[in-house]
């Protein structure tokens, strides 16, 4: 090979090299904002699960104190302090299906997992969809929406029975 050849390949070499590291920067910045992604997901659920336990432990606070529950209880105008219990009791079991629901928009679970996470709420009588119906207000819409069509389907009612 004569000194031009050489040069020629040297600088195709130079070149396939350039091209390696570009691509290896893309493949490094694409995993870098799917990491940070990740970490912001985590961190929305984090806070929202936080939030979530606080609402719970407020409403706790009834179970442990008859002065909570009827304080409780005036605020959101219900009649007495049982009452407010079992309102709480049902909230946070409808609060905990929107967590649920939250973590899969997030794609943190698959609807599988959702589904099994929501079919303990009491949404299989009349009373627990009047309460959904009075009550739905407290949620975000997309739950909301998600949750009525799993009472239009009749998710909560078992397969023989429909």
Not at 20 to 43: H, P
Not at 55 to 76: D, G, Y
Not at 125 to 146: C, H, L, M
């Amino acid at each position: 090979m004569n000194r031009q050849q050489w040069k020629d390949l040297l600088e195709g070499i130079g070149f396939l090299a350039i091209i390696a590291s570009l691509i290896f920067v893309g493949i490094e910045t694409r995993n870098g904002a799917q990491q940070t992604l990740l970490n912001t997901q985590a961190m929305e659920i984090s806070a929202y699960q936080e939030l979530t336990n606080n609402i719970s432990e407020m409403n706790a606070l009834a179970f442990q104190s008859e002065h909570a529950a009827e304080v409780m209880a005036r605020i959101f105008d219900i009649p007495d302090s049982d009452e407010w219990m079992r309102f709480s009791v049902h909230i946070n079991r409808l609060r905990h299906g929107d967590m649920a629901f939250f973590m899969y928009e997030k794609g943190v679970i698959d609807e599988d997992r959702l589904l099994s996470t929501l079919r303990p709420l009491p949404l299989q009588s009349a009373g627990g969809r009047e309460f959904w119906e009075t009550n739905k207000i407290s949620f975000v819409k997309p739950y909301q929406d998600y949750i009525d069509q799993l009472i239009a389907e009749d998710f909560w009612t078992p397969a023989e029975l429909r």
